[in-house]
């Protein structure tokens, strides 16, 4: 019986010991195919060598030592000070979980509570009923007229010279606050407002279309969108609004689903402009920010910081990867993982409790993914003209050109440019950096690449062809070392 055992058990140890053989041989012969693939196919280099690699293998070092999103505290200055910072709030975990640290509760000033308001991809309790609550809102409604249109982003990508531009036709007016921005649907402060405003008479917490639409309502004549007496007097009986809130590209799923909710029939404009310039516009504003409201975090933050500390981010959140391949990084994009690792790295910021205007200077260039969750969204409600997207650096070359093409796309008859607004620069940032160097410069470029292609793609199957390689060459780009 003994001797039967060990028989059997000789048997089983050989069999294993051949399985593990057999499998160590295909891994083997696995890599030496990958390695040789590799080797034939040049677009890989981008992803294993190249500035791409590089930039993430930077940003931890950059942030472990000192980065915006990391807990550490030294930062050293272009002049070679080293400063105190304070620590982070973010405590961001490697299985994606976060916390705030005490420091977000250290603002405990009324600039805090007026930020932590902020929302960026909160999963709120409302549905969006359009089946049992159809849009029956007559043209010529104020809701309809006041959610005509709406810039949606790029930040720092010349919103508010669109938005000027737009404003300069006589039927368009303003529905929102200074510069038109109206941080109405990614702002949960005021989607509460809303719900206590008009709480569902079936005493739920779900907020429906009506809902949300009379809510908006209240609010717009609260701004003097129009007031009791011009509606009286029918002064803009005629006139169509629009506002502006350069979060929204940035917002996640929640914005975009909400307008196409609530005002199905407005048209959303997204201004992009090449993602490098777009960061180092973002880094200067934050600069002057801090001149104007007193933030202390980032003074001294290098530009590398600044974005090295977002792309640490990034990377936590699983929205960038190492990937090995171009077909890695093919089979990531626009997948469901894809999608949570975003609306966690969105979350991440917001736990941050900073206004959202110091956020993502890296993750805003990635408008592949916005683009494509915008693109999403209006699919559907099974509206393909809702969206404009608008270049950046086309709109400052042509301006008049643009603007006659948005006056066409919001259905405005044809009136002649003004020429004191149109094609003039509007809100250009007083740099206190004057650039980047040639390194960082083309560690982004390397790094906004593959997204840059993949929205030029996406644009060309919505029949914008002309984008492609709008970006592969610098254009407009301050390169001289800061
Ligand atoms: N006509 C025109 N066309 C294209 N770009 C223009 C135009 N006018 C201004 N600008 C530049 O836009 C940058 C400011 O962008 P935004 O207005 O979107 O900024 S913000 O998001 O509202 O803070 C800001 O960029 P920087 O100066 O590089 O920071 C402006 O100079």
């Given at each position: 019986m003994q001797s039967r055992w060990k028989i059997m058990s000789m048997r089983s140890l050989l069999l294993t010991l051949a399985a593990t053989i057999v499998a160590c041989v295909t891994i083997q012969i696995n890599i030496l195919a990958t390695m040789s693939d590799r080797d034939d196919d040049s677009e890989d280099v981008v992803f294993q060598n190249s500035g791409f690699r590089r930039i993430l293998e930077r940003s931890v070092v950059a942030s472990s030592s000192g980065?915006?999103?990391?807990?550490?505290s030294d930062v050293t200055d272009a002049g070679g000070t080293t400063k105190r910072t304070p620590s982070s709030e973010l405590d961001v975990k490697t299985d994606g979980s976060s916390s705030t640290r005490g420091s977000s509760r250290r603002h405990g000033s009324l600039r805090y509570h007026y930020y932590k308001g902020w929302v960026a991809s909160d999963q709120e309790d409302?549905?969006?009923?359009a089946q049992n609550e159809p849009d029956l809102l007559p043209e010529g409604d104020i809701t309809r007229r006041a959610f005509?249109?709406?810039?949606?982003?790029?930040?720092?990508?010349g919103t508010q010279a669109l938005m000027k531009a737009i404003l300069s036709h006589k039927r368009m007016m303003n529905?929102?606050?200074?510069?038109?921005?109206?941080?109405l649907l990614n702002n949960k402060g005021m989607m509460k407002n809303l719900r206590e405003f008009k709480h569902p008479p079936d005493g739920s917490s779900v907020i429906r279309r009506r809902h949300l639409r009379e809510g908006f309502e209240w609010l717009l004549r609260a701004r003097d969108f129009d007031s009791e007496d011009d509606i009286a007097a029918d002064v803009n009986a005629d006139k169509l609004g629009i506002h502006s809130a350069p979060v929204y590209l940035f917002s996640g799923r929640s914005v975009p689903a909400r307008l196409m909710c609530v005002a199905p029939w407005s048209r959303a404009i997204a201004i992009l402009r090449n993602p490098i310039d777009r960061a180092f516009s973002h880094y200067n504003y934050v600069h002057k920010y801090i001149e104007l409201h007193?933030?202390?975090?980032?003074?001294?933050?290098?530009f590398e910081d600044f974005i090295y500390g977002d792309i640490w981010l990034l990377r936590k959140t699983g929205v960038l990867r190492d990937w090995q391949s171009e077909a890695d990084f093919e089979s990531f994009s626009g997948s469901a993982e894809e999608f949570r690792a975003w609306e966690m790295y969105l979350k991440h910021w917001e736990l941050t409790?900073?206004?959202?205007?110091?956020?993502g200077p890296v993750g805003r260039g990635l408008y592949a993914i916005q683009i494509e969750i915008w693109v999403d969204e209006t699919n559907k409600i099974n509206r393909t003209d809702n969206l404009l997207i608008l270049e950046s650096e086309d709109f400052r070359g042509d301006g008049v050109g643009i603007y006659h093409r948005v006056a066409q796309y919001l259905g405005l008859e044809r009136q002649k440019a003004s020429r004191h607004v149109v094609g003039r620069e509007h809100h250009r940032t007083v740099y206190v950096h004057d650039g980047m160097s040639e390194e960082i410069y083309t560690s982004l470029y390397e790094l906004f690449r593959p997204y840059n292609k993949r929205l030029y793609k996406l644009l060309g199957k919505l029949?914008?062809?002309?984008?492609?390689?709008?970006?592969?060459k610098p254009r407009d780009v301050r390169r001289e070392e800061g």
């Amino acid at each position: 019986m003994q001797s039967r055992w060990k028989i059997m058990s000789m048997r089983s140890l050989l069999l294993t010991l051949a399985a593990t053989i057999v499998a160590c041989v295909t891994i083997q012969i696995n890599i030496l195919a990958t390695m040789s693939d590799r080797d034939d196919d040049s677009e890989d280099v981008v992803f294993q060598n190249s500035g791409f690699r590089r930039i993430l293998e930077r940003s931890v070092v950059a942030s472990s030592s000192g980065a915006v999103t990391s807990s550490s505290s030294d930062v050293t200055d272009a002049g070679g000070t080293t400063k105190r910072t304070p620590s982070s709030e973010l405590d961001v975990k490697t299985d994606g979980s976060s916390s705030t640290r005490g420091s977000s509760r250290r603002h405990g000033s009324l600039r805090y509570h007026y930020y932590k308001g902020w929302v960026a991809s909160d999963q709120e309790d409302w549905t969006c009923d359009a089946q049992n609550e159809p849009d029956l809102l007559p043209e010529g409604d104020i809701t309809r007229r006041a959610f005509h249109a709406v810039i949606i982003g790029a930040m720092k990508g010349g919103t508010q010279a669109l938005m000027k531009a737009i404003l300069s036709h006589k039927r368009m007016m303003n529905a929102g606050m200074l510069h038109g921005e109206l941080h109405l649907l990614n702002n949960k402060g005021m989607m509460k407002n809303l719900r206590e405003f008009k709480h569902p008479p079936d005493g739920s917490s779900v907020i429906r279309r009506r809902h949300l639409r009379e809510g908006f309502e209240w609010l717009l004549r609260a701004r003097d969108f129009d007031s009791e007496d011009d509606i009286a007097a029918d002064v803009n009986a005629d006139k169509l609004g629009i506002h502006s809130a350069p979060v929204y590209l940035f917002s996640g799923r929640s914005v975009p689903a909400r307008l196409m909710c609530v005002a199905p029939w407005s048209r959303a404009i997204a201004i992009l402009r090449n993602p490098i310039d777009r960061a180092f516009s973002h880094y200067n504003y934050v600069h002057k920010y801090i001149e104007l409201h007193g933030e202390t975090l980032f003074n001294g933050t290098r530009f590398e910081d600044f974005i090295y500390g977002d792309i640490w981010l990034l990377r936590k959140t699983g929205v960038l990867r190492d990937w090995q391949s171009e077909a890695d990084f093919e089979s990531f994009s626009g997948s469901a993982e894809e999608f949570r690792a975003w609306e966690m790295y969105l979350k991440h910021w917001e736990l941050t409790g900073r206004p959202p205007g110091i956020w993502g200077p890296v993750g805003r260039g990635l408008y592949a993914i916005q683009i494509e969750i915008w693109v999403d969204e209006t699919n559907k409600i099974n509206r393909t003209d809702n969206l404009l997207i608008l270049e950046s650096e086309d709109f400052r070359g042509d301006g008049v050109g643009i603007y006659h093409r948005v006056a066409q796309y919001l259905g405005l008859e044809r009136q002649k440019a003004s020429r004191h607004v149109v094609g003039r620069e509007h809100h250009r940032t007083v740099y206190v950096h004057d650039g980047m160097s040639e390194e960082i410069y083309t560690s982004l470029y390397e790094l906004f690449r593959p997204y840059n292609k993949r929205l030029y793609k996406l644009l060309g199957k919505l029949g914008e062809d002309d984008w492609d390689g709008v970006w592969d060459k610098p254009r407009d780009v301050r390169r001289e070392e800061g």
